[in-house]
């Protein structure tokens, strides 16, 4: 029976392995900017009021703020240069 418990996991492992590495999401390049660099860029901005939140994708750094006349302002930046894109 322990055989069998220990096979029946080793092959969900096996099996089940790619499946688990697809879910996983996309890493920031190993060259890739600080995010305290491109939040500090952010923070810059004319009329700047407070960050949202950041997300990332394969495209990049999404910085979402708000500015001092409220309006919402998302912005992708390249991770490996910083730019906006």
Known sequence: MRAVVLASGIAFFVIGGPAFAADQPAMPPQ??????EIVAKVEKR???????GVDWSSDGYTVTYYTTDRAKVEITYDPVTGEPK
Do not use: P
């Open 46 to 52: 004319n009329d700047f009021q407070y960050v949202k």
């Open 31 to 36: 060259n890739a900017k600080k995010l305290s």
